[in-house]
Structure formats: structure tokens, C-alpha cells
């Protein structure tokens, strides 16, 4: 029989249309919809009307192991297909009624919780369930089948696997066969998982593979676990675990560690100092013959005996130690040691292991002077502080920078700081200089012991005799040049002037100083002569071919007389002056001036003739010359300031206290004057004011007149004192005289 929702699909869509009686169509043509309302006119039925399946002992409550099914052909979605699934009974009802349980909707049939529990202890090996379906949904009407399931109780034999042992790298044909699990229940699918994830599958009838080769230093166990489950995915019983080792090869050879910096070992370090410790590493199994590693020194070959080898290999630990050989600062060695598995036996694998070994300097050698004696060195006694005496020079033989640093010390001869020493940290030179002023008279000589040492802690043997230098040093007596009193002279003559006139006198900056002896240098015309001893300086002939302005100089040199080699020299400018056709123009004296004795730093100005018209006409200026007199010259000074003036000063450093009258040349052209500077030589006071000796002045009283004037006084005083007196006595005897009553009476108060 046909459903009626399928009849209404065959049908066609009616259409309405409206139409007059002449055939005008007024509406349509419209669709007309028509609904086909389903009856519940079919039954369901069951896909089978026996199902059978297997229920293995160990399944879970609540996990289906058959799924029924059912159809309805009436219209879906409605009430009229809405199936549910019912047991009816159980045969045989031991020993529970209900041992399974049915989910109504879905037709699931699985074993309750009392049916899990009692089905391990039921001898009963077969069960049969009349189940039942029903359209309607949930209502107590509507169309019923039933079916019958035969269930058969099955012994499990879902059971633990032993470990299986894989070797690794395995030349078989993948995916290789390596065990079975098997669930006794029907409706069976399987799921494997692998911790941590590896080659490995199960396939449907319970077959595990391995689908590639293991590696045994990657991973050495898998743990594989393997459920049954039915078709939606849910678990019969707990999973199967299977542990799977991974059998060692010796497919790995021992690595060596990465070579790293050099190790530094210490010269003279003692035989069995420990220089390294090789660690090799084996990726094969830990506990297996193929990663027991055990060492060997290749390189530097070994020799016999333990004291004639510089390195030495302990065979298991790896150890490298020192040898008896010593080793030597500086040296870079490069050792090379095998690193052999299999404990070194036949048929195993190895690997070169490098190590770098440096030895490293110690400061075993103290520094050392190349020369322990420098001298004797001549110094003159006025050598000044800071001059290099001597540079010494020491070396180390350590390797090391910081051990070749080195310490400088006087240790003797250097009492009074005298010298000093000046050096750089890291350099091997030490300057000897001098610190104070020689003195011959002190000490003619000194030797100076110069001590090294090394600035870091010395470990070999103490300072030996190299490490002291002896510096002889002599002092030579220096005898200052002789120091005239000037550093220049001047002087002014006229070419009139006949030989022998004086024309000044050279003397020694200090009168007590050593004698000298003077002589003229570059007299090329011989006009001037010089006392030997005096050091005058006179016209030696007459001035024939000089020219008045002209300039004519000279050299003075002054030699010591007990020490001819010191000598010094000065400049002597003679300047011409014409002739005087007439006797001199003598102008009014230069007003008086005073001067300090002993002298001081002042002076007189003196200046030029006033009164000369030419003065302010740009001609040239005056120049300024002490008289001829050797007194003059020999006590006084003159300087000139500029055209027209000029400064006097004395020359001496003490004269005698009075009035001087200082003659003055004053000339210009050939034109000359004659000043005569009055200058008043006292001594003075500490803010330099002269004090002058008082004499009589005109008009004022002499001693004997203020005497006699004082008694003069005195005695006018005491006549005046005595009038007093006598008028007062006089008084007194009148009183007395006077009768009794012409005595007022006294008033009372």
C-alpha cells in the first residue's frame, strides 16, 4: 500500500479562474494548495525478525553492543512514525529480571548495572529477549511489531599482552606484524594510542603493527593502549596496555665534548695535578656494553715510565693528569685522546677527543739590573733640580705582563731626598734624577744604591745580587762669572776731548766680590783704554775722525783673576758730541732734589733746557751725559727716559749724607748744555722720607736767650707772689687794731 504523503506529491496543483458567461475572465487563474493529512495507517516493522550477537563477559553497563532497527511508513516527523523500543521479556529471568536494558528512542541494547555485575558469576550461557516496537511516540494507541534477540554470553578474552621487544633499525618489510588483542563480543571496533606517539596501527581484526623502524636513543619504550569499542565509539571494557622496548645497537659512536678554551695549567705545577676531565657521551642504552667508554692518550705519545711523559689518561674516569716530564711557560699543547665504546674491545666505535692545554707563567724569576754599576757621573754643583742623572735598566724573564711589573727604591746613599726616582709601571727604564741643589762643600760625592723588585708576589727563589745598581756621583765646585754692575754703559764725549779724560768707571755688581781684570774687545779704532784693575775708561788719543752724533761701541770684558776661564762681557756705546765752540751755555741750577742713602728704588728727573725754542719743531731729541769727573761717574747713574728727559739715580749703594751738586751734559745736534742738578743725599725714614739735621734758623731764640727768658719768667712769678703776701699781712694787722663794738655782730640764723 502506498503512504498518503506520497500520493500528494503525484498530484498536481489545481488552479481557479473566474469567468463571465461570455467567457471574460475576471480573476484568477489562482493556485489552489491542497493538504493530505497523514493517517496512522501502517505498522512498523523490524528490520530482522531474529537478531543474535555475543556479549563478552567484562563489558561496561550502559555500553550498547546491538543496535535494532525499525521502520514506519508513514509520513516522518509525525506522531504516526514516532518509534519506541521495549523488552517484553527475558528468558531466562536468572538471576535477574532485567539484566539488559534498552534505550527506547534509539533501540540500543546494552546490559543494565545489575546484568554487568552478575553476568562474571552466570553460567547461563545464552539469553532471549522478545523486544517490541510501537509507533505513536509515547502514547498507549498505535501499531506494535515485535522481534526476538538472541544473546549469546561469551567468555572474554580481553587480557593484558606481554612486553614485546623491538630491536632498532630493523630491516623488515613495513608495516611489520607484532601482536594481537581480540575482543569475544560482537560488534567490535578497535582504537589504538601510543605514549608518546609512534609507528604504530591496529587494523579491524585486532592486529598491531609497527609501521617503521625504532630508534632506540630517540625513544627506548613505547606504552601502546588498544580499546574495543562498539560502532559509536564508546567502550566495551578499559583499554589493553602493551609495553614495547626497544632493543640497543651499537649504532652510536661516543661524542666527544665540543673543544673549548684552552685550560690553563700553571708552570712547575707538581705530577697528578689534574688538567681535565673528559666526559664522552654515548647515544646508546646507558646500561648496555655499547655506550661503556673507556679512554686512551694518542697524542703526545706516551713514552715509558711515568716521569718521562708530560700527560698521563686515567682509562675509565677520563682524567688527565700531569705527568713528571715539567712543562715549560709558553708552551700551547694540543692533546688528543680516543674515546672507545664497547669498553675498547673488537668491533666497536670511537672518536677523537681534543684538549688544549697552555701553560701559563708563574712569577718565579725576580728582575735583575743589566748593569749593577753606573758612575762615576760629574755633575756641577748648580745643575738644577729635575736633571737626569742616570737611566737604569732592569729585566724580568717571566712571560707573563703583569709579573714583569716592577717596583723602584733608593735603599742607601739618599739621606737628605737628593734624588728621586721616575719611572713608568711597565716599563723596565728608571730615570735617577735630582731632587735638591749640590753642594760641593756638603758632600763632593755620593753613591746611590737602586733597589728592584717585582710588583706581584714573587713565588721562586728571593731577589739576588742583581737586583741592586750602585750610581757614583761626583760634584764639581761651580764658581759663579763675574756680574759687572750694569748690564750696559753709556757715556757721552765730546771729539773735542783730549786723551786720558775719564770717561766712566766699570765696576763689580758687589764690591766684596772675587778681583777682576778688565779689558776692551772691538776697539777697532783705539780711541779708548781700560784700567786692568781699576776699570776706568779713558780716551786713549785724541778723537781724530769722529763725528759728532755718531755712535762708537765697545765690548768690556771682566775676567776673574784666580779663575781666568770665568769672564763676561758688556756693551760700551760711546756717543760723539760736537765740539763746544764756546764755553758752555750754564743755565739756572736744577731745583734741589733728595735721595735715600742707603739707596733706594727713586730717583731725580732731570730735564732739558726749557727754554729752547726747537724743542717743539721736530728736531731730534736730547741725549743726557754725566759730567767728565771719575767721582761723578763712579757715584752717580744716569739714565735716559726719552727726548727730552732723564733719571738720576745713585750708583753707589751708600754715600755719605749731605749736598751734592751733579754736573749734567745735555746736547742735541751740536748744540750742548751744562745742568748743574742740586741733590740733597739723606737718610730716610721706613716710608721713605728723608730725615735732615736741624741747624740755627734766622730769627728764632737761641739756647742761652730761652734760659734767660725762662729765669726772667720765674723771678717775675715770685715778685708777684710776695705782693700778695705782704698786702694780705698788712690787712690782717689793720683788723687787729679796730675797737670791739665796731665789729659787725654776725647774724644768726
Request: glycine fraction near 6%; include cysteine; proline fraction near 9%.
Amino acid at each position: 500500500m502506498v503512504p498518503a504523503w506520497l500520493w500528494l506529491l503525484c498530484f498536481s496543483i489545481p488552479q481557479v479562474t473566474l469567468e463571465t458567461e461570455d467567457g471574460r475572465v475576471l480573476w484568477g487563474p489562482q493556485p489552489v494548495l491542497v493538504h493530505v493529512k497523514d493517517e496512522n495507517d501502517q505498522v512498523p516493522h523490524f528490520s530482522q525478525a531474529i537478531y543474535r550477537a555475543q556479549l563478552s563477559q567484562g563489558t561496561r553497563p550502559g555500553i550498547p553492543f546491538i543496535f535494532l532497527e525499525a521502520s514506519d511508513q508513514d509520513e516522518p516527523g509525525t506522531a504516526n512514525s514516532d518509534l519506541r523500543f521495549h523488552i517484553l521479556s527475558q528468558a531466562p529471568a536468572q538471576p535477574f529480571p532485567d539484566m539488559f536494558q534498552l534505550e527506547p528512542q534509539l533501540g540500543a541494547l546494552a546490559l543494565s548495572p545489575k546484568g554487568s555485575t552478575s553476568l562474571d558469576h552466570t553460567l547461563e550461557g545464552h539469553y532471549q529477549l522478545l523486544v517490541q516496537v510501537k509507533d505513536m511516540g509515547d502514547q498507549a494507541s498505535g501499531h506494535q511489531a515485535t522481534a526476538t534477540i538472541e544473546v549469546s554470553i561469551v567468555e572474554s578474552i580481553w587480557v593484558p599482552l606481554e612486553p614485546i621487544h623491538l630491536a632498532e633499525n630493523l630491516r623488515v618489510l613495513y608495516p611489520h606484524h607484532i601482536a594481537q588483542v581480540r575482543w569475544s563480543g560482537s560488534d567490535v571496533h578497535y582504537h589504538l594510542e601510543s605514549h608518546p606517539p609512534g609507528p604504530f596501527d591496529v587494523d579491524t581484526e585486532g592486529n598491531l603493527y609497527v609501521t617503521r623502524e625504532l630508534d632506540q636513543e630517540a625513544q627506548a619504550e613505547y606504552l601502546l593502549q588498544v580499546w574495543a569499542q562498539n560502532s559509536r565509539g564508546e567502550d566495551y571494557a578499559a583499554p589493553l596496555e602493551l609495553h614495547v622496548l626497544v632493543m640497543d645497537e651499537n649504532d652510536n659512536p661516543p661524542v666527544c665534548p665540543p673543544r673549548g678554551p684552552a685550560v690553563s695549567i700553571p708552570e712547575l705545577s707538581p705530577a697528578g695535578t689534574e688538567v681535565t676531565r673528559l666526559s664522552a657521551e654515548d647515544a646508546d642504552s646507558p646500561s648496555s656494553p655499547n655506550s661503556h667508554i673507556v679512554y686512551q692518550l694518542l697524542s703526545p705519545e706516551p713514552e715509558d715510565g711515568v716521569e718521562r711523559r708530560a700527560f698521563q689518561v686515567e682509562t675509565t674516569s677520563g682524567i688527565v693528569t700531569l705527568g713528571g716530564l715539567p712543562l715549560r711557560a709558553g708552551q700551547d699543547i694540543l692533546l688528543l685522546v680516543l674515546a672507545m665504546d664497547l669498553a675498547g674491545t673488537e668491533g666497536g666505535l670511537s672518536s677523537t677527543c681534543e684538549v688544549e692545554v697552555t701553560v701559563t707563567d708563574i712569577n718565579d724569576h725576580a728582575p735583575e739590573f743589566t748593569t749593577s754599576q753606573i758612575g762615576p757621573i760629574s755633575l756641577p754643583e748648580d745643575v738644577e733640580p729635575g736633571t737626569l742623572v742616570a737611566t737604569l735598566t732592569a729585566t724580568d724573564a717571566d712571560l707573563e705582563p703583569a709579573f714583569r711589573l716592577m717596583d723602584f727604591a733608593i735603599e742607601r746613599g739618599n739621606t737628605e731626598g737628593t734624588f728621586g726616582l721616575d719611572w713608568e709601571p711597565d716599563s723596565g727604564h728608571v730615570q735617577l734624577r735630582l731632587c735638591k741643589n749640590l753642594s760641593y762643600e756638603a758632600a763632593p760625592s755620593h753613591e746611590v744604591v737602586v733597589v728592584v723588585r717585582s710588583v706581584a708576589e714573587l713565588l721562586g727563589p728571593g731577589p739576588g745580587p742583581g737586583a741592586t745598581a750602585t750610581v757614583t756621583v761626583l760634584v764639581e765646585r761651580v764658581i759663579p762669572p763675574p756680574k759687572l754692575d750694569r748690564e750696559s754703559y753709556e757715556a757721552s764725549v765730546p771729539i773735542s776731548a783730549p786723551a786720558g779724560s775719564l770717561l766712566l768707571t766699570v765696576q763689580p755688581s758687589d764690591p766684596m766680590s772675587r778681583p777682576l781684570r778688565f779689558s776692551l774687545v772691538n776697539d777697532s779704532e783705539g780711541w779708548l783704554c781700560i784700567e786692568k784693575v781699576s776699570g776706568e775708561v779713558r780716551t786713549a788719543q785724541s778723537l781724530q775722525g769722529a763725528q759728532p752724533g755718531n755712535i762708537y761701541t765697545v765690548f768690556v770684558e771682566a775676567q776673574d783673576a784666580d779663575e781666568p776661564r770665568l769672564s763676561t762681557s758688556v756693551p760700551l756705546v760711546i756717543h760723539f758730541l760736537k765740539a763746544p765752540p764756546a764755553p758752555a751755555l750754564t743755565p739756572a741750577p736744577v731745583p734741589s732734589r733728595y735721595l735715600c742713602t742707603p739707596r733706594q728704588d727713586h730717583g731725580v728727573i732731570v730735564s732739558g733746557p726749557s727754554e729752547d725754542p726747537d724743542l717743539d719743531s721736530g728736531h731730534s731729541p736730547y741725549r743726557f751725559a754725566l759730567g767728565p769727573n771719575p767721582t761723578v761717574q763712579r757715584d752717580w747713574r744716569l739714565q735716559t727716559l726719552n727726548g727730552s728727559h732723564a733719571y738720576l739715580t745713585l750708583a753707589l749703594h751708600w754715600v755719605e749724607p749731605r749736598e751734592y751738586i751733579v754736573p749734567v751734559v745735555v746736547s742735541r745736534n751740536a748744540q750742548m748744555w751744562q745742568l748743574w742738578v742740586q741733590v740733597i743725599v739723606c737718610r730716610c725714614n721706613v716710608e721713605g722720607q728723608c730725615m735732615r739735621k736741624v741747624g740755627h734758623m734766622k730769627g728764632m731764640p737761641t739756647k742761652l736767650s730761652a734760659v734767660g727768658i725762662l729765669v726772667g719768667t720765674l723771678v717775675a712769678i715770685g715778685i708777684f707772689l710776695i705782693l700778695i703776701f705782704t698786702h694780705w699781712t698788712l690787712s690782717r694787722k689793720k683788723d687787729l687794731d679796730q675797737p670791739a663794738d665796731s665789729v659787725p655782730l654776725k647774724a644768726t640764723v
